[in-house]
């Protein structure tokens, strides 16, 4: 299985590139932002594509040609300027949804927040609603697509170390998750068809990640 | 015909507050953010309501339960903090579409930008592309929807005295139109039903206001 991972520069998106790269039975394609963050990714051994979010579809998905799942973790996060939330965060995410089906691919995994409802934009504080508002309206696209998606809606993320262990569900209380996890969890989630047309919130928890995501 | 003027207290809310009054057969309620705002449209007679489009889809409804339109004209403009740009012109509007279902309002007149493909946001510089994309978003849903909309797409706005005089089509010469000209637009985008469905760009030209709407 070859995945193209768009956002493969952030936190997520490194552990990703790194733990599919692992697996005997998969192949990342890690897509950038600048050419000198490829030797990363070379020294992995991944494959990487130089394609900008705020490009044209075409150019992404000519990127997205022959892989068999695309993930999107790219994000302009909730620090980033609120210009870039809505172009990156809802934007790109639907362009990339669009060159995914241009490109004949079928596997789609959203990595969203936390919780992305239209009552979470009304609680969220003024600076974090534009962040929550553009992954509502992603989050809204994909499950109106028929691309086969999964969208990952993850706790807090830290930068501690990968417990290997997680709780995962519908809905599940809020707390925090190490990014390492988030990444196992992708990887978990493109191993288990079971997930397809699903969507789940996760922390950290006690419940061996496999285990979890099968439970979907 | 009661109209609801969302964004009332704007440039072209104003003057489309004012002419609503000025027809026999048509009443405004201006939906504003402050209340105190509301003089300015009750010495026009017009009903007001003080309602934020950050406020949750059950108060906007509130507001229009009763009427027969809903124009939407609230923009947190080109000029605004694009953290205001996704929230009010692309959730605002939503919540709107939302409400006026809600309220059991068929009919809904969105003003658009000139431009809102995707192309247009591509070739906006970055400062303006978070706005088209906001209304690329707002334009989408609202044609997903089974309101009787129509999507008005204006030109330059200027703040020029109306002319009474437009060329209004599907695509037209990019170009200026007053704001007052834009006002008029709409109360005969209302007065014309021919118009549902039905989008238009729309610049200072040659043609009769009502001439150039009935065309469409």
Same mark, same amino acid.
Do not use: C, W
């Given at each position: 299985?070859?995945?193209?991972?768009?956002?493969? %520069?952030?936190?997520?998106?490194?552990?990703?590139?790194?733990?599919?790269?692992?697996?005997?039975?998969?192949?990342?394609?890690?897509?950038?932002?600048?050419?000198?963050?490829?030797?990363?990714?070379?020294?992995?051994? !991944?494959? &990487?594509?130089?394609?900008?979010?705020?490009?044209?579809?075409? &150019?992404?998905?000519? !990127?997205?040609?022959?892989?068999?799942?695309?993930?999107?973790?790219?994000?302009?996060?909730? %620090?980033?300027?609120?210009?870039?939330?809505?172009?990156?965060?809802?934007?790109?995410?639907?362009?990339?949804?669009?060159?995914?089906?241009?490109?004949?691919?079928?596997?789609?995994?959203?990595?969203?927040?936390?919780?992305?409802?239209?009552?979470?934009?009304? !609680?969220?504080?003024?600076?974090?609603?534009?962040?929550?508002?553009?992954?509502?309206?992603?989050?809204?696209?994909?499950?109106? &697509?028929?691309?086969?998606?999964?969208?990952?809606?993850?706790?807090?993320?830290?930068?501690?170390?990968?417990?290997?262990?997680?709780?995962?569900?519908?809905?599940?209380?809020?707390?925090?998750?190490?990014?390492?996890?988030?990444?196992?969890?992708?990887?978990?989630?493109?191993?288990?068809?079971?997930?397809?047309?699903?969507?789940?919130?996760?922390?950290?928890?006690?419940?061996?990640?496999?285990?979890?995501?099968?439970?979907?």
């Amino acid at each position: 299985m070859k995945v193209l991972v768009v956002g493969a %520069n952030g936190q997520i998106g490194k552990h990703l590139v790194s733990f599919i790269q692992d697996r005997d039975n998969m192949k990342a394609k890690a897509m950038i932002r600048k050419q000198e963050q490829a030797s990363f990714f070379e020294n992995l051994g !991944a494959e &990487t594509a130089v394609v900008d979010l705020e490009d044209d579809i075409e &150019t992404i998905a000519e !990127a997205a040609k022959g892989v068999d799942a695309v993930v999107f973790t790219a994000g302009s996060g909730p %620090n980033t300027g609120p210009d870039k939330t809505i172009l990156i965060d809802l934007d790109g995410a639907v362009k990339t949804m669009e060159a995914a089906k241009a490109a004949g691919v079928k596997r789609f995994v959203m990595i969203s927040s936390f919780d992305t409802r239209r009552e979470a934009i009304l !609680a969220a504080n003024s600076s974090f609603a534009p962040y929550v508002a553009a992954k509502h309206y992603a989050d809204e696209r994909l499950r109106s &697509t028929d691309l086969d998606y999964t969208i990952i809606h993850p706790g807090k993320l830290t930068n501690d170390g990968g417990t290997g262990q997680v709780e995962a569900a519908i809905e599940v209380e809020r707390g925090e998750i190490p990014r390492e996890d988030v990444a196992s969890v992708i990887v978990a989630t493109l191993e288990n068809d079971s997930t397809i047309s699903k969507e789940y919130q996760v922390v950290g928890g006690t419940t061996p990640i496999q285990d979890a995501v099968k439970s979907i």
